[in-house]
């Protein structure tokens, strides 16, 4: 499998050695869910970056750019679950007219439980990746990564929305209290798994946001008619008029 838009910079033995298994062993997952267009769509540069405050999809600069910061790239679990965020940003990104649209709260979670998804499912397919022949039996270490994440919630900030007001808050603190959307992180993950044929149909949710703080669910399930859907919708706060 080819991907000419793919560029892979690695400074570090480490990085040298483990990146490229990975990326491969991940991207080869993401084609079969989403298909091959999309993740050979846009031109696109990957590096570590160990020192970062922050794995990030780097959108102002050309061509774009994914930079994970795991400490190590022998930490396998955490590459996977760092690029495995970075690269739903990337897909979804595809989708959007205006590239700077987004619903953070809402994308945040989205990434998360795919972040978990692939995982769990990397831990099951252990065996399909390259790096298997050093380490056989790492599948059941991405496991206990994936269980680490997935127990780490705290009463839900979503739960307790009631006016646009209170959805602001959760969207300006999205991204550094993510253990308050764990619940539905988790939700969203379930259904990941229950229904793995329909999991491409979030990537489209730009084109039914309604501001950038609420999607359009009954104008996307007119259009669209999943248990994805379905699933997110139910995730978004029922707000007073």
Not at 104 to 114: H, L, Q, S, Y
Not at 140 to 145: N, P, T, V
């Amino acid at each position: 499998m080819t991907f000419t838009n793919w560029t892979l910079t690695a400074k570090t033995a480490d990085e040298r050695r483990y990146m490229s298994p990975l990326f491969t062993f991940v991207l080869k997952q993401f084609v079969e869910i989403f298909g091959i267009t999309a993740l050979n769509s846009e031109p696109c540069v990957v590096y570590n970056e160990p020192t970062a405050p922050y794995p990030m999809l780097i959108t102002n600069c050309t061509p774009i750019q994914i930079r994970t910061c795991s400490a190590s790239l022998n930490y396998w679990a955490q590459y996977i679950y760092q690029l495995s965020h970075e690269l739903t940003h990337y897909i979804i990104h595809q989708q959007k007219e205006d590239k700077e649209a987004i619903v953070r709260w809402f994308e945040e979670t989205i990434c998360e439980a795919m972040s978990l998804y692939m995982l769990k499912v990397s831990s099951l397919r252990w065996s399909e990746c390259s790096l298997s022949s050093i380490n056989p039996n790492y599948g059941a270490a991405l496991m206990d990564y994936f269980k680490k994440v997935y127990n780490k919630t705290a009463p839900s900030t979503l739960k307790k929305c009631h006016t646009l007001d209170d959805l602001k808050e959760v969207e300006n603190s999205c991204e550094t209290r993510r253990d308050e959307r764990g619940i539905e992180r988790n939700y969203l993950l379930n259904n990941f798994l229950e229904y793995p044929d329909s999991i491409s149909a979030f990537i489209y949710y730009p084109l039914y946001m309604r501001g950038n703080l609420q999607i359009d669910f009954a104008k996307w399930r007119e259009n669209s008619p999943s248990p994805i859907v379905s699933a997110l919708e139910s995730i978004q706060p029922n707000l007073a008029s």
